[in-house]
T-cell receptor, first 111, second 113 residues
Framework: GESVGLHLPTLSVQEGDNSIINCAYS??????FIWYKQESGKGPQFIID?????DKRQGQRVTVLLNKTVKHLSLQIAATQPGDSAVYFC??????????FGAGTTVTVRA | EPEVTQTPSHQVTQMGQEVILRCVPI?????FYWYRQILGQKVEFLVS????????KSEIFDDQFSVERPDGSNFTLKIRSTKLEDSAMYFC???????????FGQGTRLTVV
């Protein structure tokens, strides 16, 4: 079946360094992707999105890259802060009305 | 800032009992969703709802599940006869359109004993 997945389940990063979180997807027909952040005991929080007609999109301290050739999505966080510690999910707009989530990467920021 | 609100935050129920999870989506949103997350696992789609009817549902959303928008603000998920494996966090979400970001509530933790 088609699915959205992440390369690594955990990522430990030094405070102040840049983080890169990766995601591979298999549905080449997907046209919309979202990165969510989930802190413990909370719901997924929207970070940034990108449509399939774009390769890159930047937000505040975050950048999403989309490589449709290899069906790869990444989230870059600049100058990672302790508050960035969370689980990060990529989600794929698959079907008309739903999001398919990847397994998640747990980011831990070391002081 | 507008947000999706869910009640209760935690619900404990006995196996076989009915539960209703409640959600108030963001007021100008037209699409509503329920997702669930079993502890330590990924978020799974259950159902989407638009124009007072189900738009899409997953295999998880069987005959034991139903959704309703009883008035102009609430969106509910009912599980008729809960099973142990229904224990999970249930998230309500809403969006302006089908292809824009969905905003999630804080979730209801359902524990079936």
């Amino acid at each position: 079946g088609e699915s959205v997945g992440l390369h690594l389940p955990t990522l430990s990063v030094q405070e102040g360094d840049n983080s890169i979180i990766n995601c591979a997807y298999s549905n080449s027909a997907s046209d919309y992707f979202i990165w969510y952040k989930q802190e413990s005991g909370k719901g997924p929080q929207f970070i940034i999105d990108i449509r399939s007609n774009m390769d890159k999109r930047q937000g505040q301290r975050v950048t999403v890259l989309l490589n449709k050739t290899v069906k790869h999505l990444s989230l870059q966080i600049a100058a990672t802060q302790p508050g960035d510690s969370a689980v990060y999910f990529c989600a794929e707009h698959s079907g008309d009305y739903k999001l398919s989530f990847g397994a998640g990467t747990t980011v831990t920021v070391r002081a | 800032e507008p947000e999706v609100t869910q009640t209760p935050s935690h619900q404990v129920t006995q196996m076989g009992q009915e539960v209703i999870l409640r959600c108030v989506p963001i007021s100008n949103h037209l699409y509503f969703y329920w997702y669930r997350q079993i502890l330590g696992q990924k978020v799974e789609f259950l159902v989407s709802f638009y124009n007072n009817e189900i738009s899409e549902k997953s295999e998880i959303f069987d005959d034991q599940f139903s959704v309703e928008r009883p008035d102009g603000s609430n969106f509910t998920l009912k599980i008729r006869s809960t099973k142990l494996e229904d224990s999970a966090m249930y998230f309500c979400a809403s969006s302006v359109s089908a292809s824009t970001e969905a905003f999630f509530g804080q979730g209801t933790r359902l524990t079936v004993v």
